[in-house]
């Protein structure tokens, strides 16, 4: 299976601290994106990141990839509790695929106390 | 420009009957992909439709589904004769072209088979 798995499952930290999660996957990839789901809602895209980019930032968040490792990792600083959400990492196919599904994992939960 | 919108957000079907599910991608998307969700898990990729063309649909069901993106109007996807089994979330994703490109998901449709 192409599918990400994204790690930990659950993580729950103070407002203020930073949250790393971590995803990683099988094949080799065009692109890697993270979305965000708060609970019962849609997925909101936060960040694409292409395999020949290995850092990418976006506000308070920050991805990296390591296509040697076939891993990503998405950082938030200085954490919210709005921040509260599931988090997960999507990845295209390689060369030998169809273009266009994305490769979903479990997700991260993440809850920030206030 | 909004974004992608999804009809109903929640629909209720018994046993055998049928349950349509529209998308309407963001304005300048011609590409159009359909996800399920169930509780607790990520994402499952089911077709991948551009307009009048079926690209992928390795991940729908044979029997009981099927999609449409016609060329006016929103994509459809029909689920007929459902059974409980079907009860999940059903999420649209829309994009600028095939790969290399960001997903822009819809708020999804919940059905629930009574």
């Known amino acids: 299976s192409q599918q990400g798995e994204e790690d930990p499952q659950a993580l729950s930290i103070q407002e203020g601290e930073n949250a790393t999660m971590n995803c990683s996957y099988k094949t080799s990839i065009n692109n890697l994106q993270w979305y965000r789901q708060n609970s019962g809602r849609g997925l909101v895209h936060l960040i694409l990141i292409r395999s020949n980019e290995r850092e990418k930032h976006s506000g308070r968040l920050r991805v990296t990839l390591d296509t040697s490792k076939k891993s990503s990792s998405l950082l938030i600083t200085a954490s919210r509790a709005a921040d509260t959400a599931s988090y997960f990492c999507a990845t295209d196919g390689d060369r030998g695929s169809t273009l266009g599904r994305l490769y979903f994992g479990r997700g991260t939960q993440l809850t920030v106390w206030p | 420009n909004a974004g992608v919108m999804q009809n109903p957000r929640h629909l209720v079907r018994r046993r055998g009957q049928e349950a349509r599910l529209r998308c309407s991608p963001m304005k300048g998307h011609s590409h159009v992909y359909w996800y399920r969700q169930l509780p607790e898990e990520g994402l499952k990729f089911m077709v991948y439709?551009?307009?009048?063309?079926?690209?992928?649909e390795s991940g729908m069901p044979k029997e009981r589904f099927s999609a449409e993106f016609p060329k006016e109007g929103p994509s459809i996807l029909r689920i007929q004769q459902v059974v409980r089994g079907d009860s999940a979330a059903y999420f649209c994703?829309?994009?600028?072209?095939?790969?290399?490109?960001?997903?822009?998901f819809g708020p999804g449709t919940r059905l629930t088979v009574t």
């Open positions: 439709l551009q307009k009048e063309n079926i690209i992928d």
């Open positions: 994703a829309s994009s600028t072209s095939r790969g290399r490109a960001e997903q822009y």
